[in-house]
Nanobody
Framework: QVQMVESGGGLVQPGGSLRLSCASS????????MGWYRQAPGKEREVVAS???????MYADSVKGRFTISIDNVKNMVYLQMNSLKSEDTAVYYC??????????WGQGTQVTVSS
C-alpha cells in the first residue's frame, strides 16, 4: 500500500526552483526519519536529502547548498525545496521513510524535468 504521496514536480528551466511536497494520511512524519530520493532512467535510486526525528538533516554532495528538506508538523507534510536546478537533477523524486526505502516500498513519485 502506498503511504506517501508526492507532488509538486514539473518542468523547470536550469537555475529555476521547485518545491516538492509529501503527504501521508496514515503516518505522522514527526515520528519518522524521512528522506527524499530520486531515480533517473536506467540508474539506481539515490537519497538526496534526509531529516531525522531530532531535526538533523543530511544532503547528497550533488545537491548540498541547493536543496532543503523540511517538515511541517502542524500540516503533517514533508517538503523538498530545490533551488538552482540543473539538468542533472532531472529524475523522478520519491518521499519515503528510511525503513520504507530499505524495504523497497515506493510510491509513484513526482517527475522533475530541468531543461531549457
Amino acid at each position: 500500500q502506498v503511504q506517501m504521496v508526492e507532488s509538486g514536480g514539473g518542468l523547470v528551466q536550469p537555475g529555476g526552483s521547485l518545491r516538492l511536497s509529501c503527504a501521508s494520511s496514515n503516518r505522522t512524519f514527526s515520528f519518522l526519519d524521512m528522506g527524499w530520493y530520486r531515480q533517473a532512467p536506467g540508474k539506481e535510486r539515490e537519497v538526496v536529502a534526509s531529516i531525522t526525528t531530532g531535526g538533523s538533516t543530511m544532503y547528497a554532495d550533488s545537491v548540498k547548498g541547493r536543496f532543503t528538506i523540511s517538515i511541517d508538523n502542524v500540516k503533517n507534510m514533508v517538503y523538498l525545496q530545490m533551488n538552482s536546478l540543473k539538468s542533472e537533477d532531472t529524475a523522478v523524486y520519491y518521499c519515503n521513510t528510511l525503513r520504507g526505502a530499505a524495504r523497497g516500498d515506493w510510491g509513484q513519485g513526482t517527475q522533475v524535468t530541468v531543461s531549457s
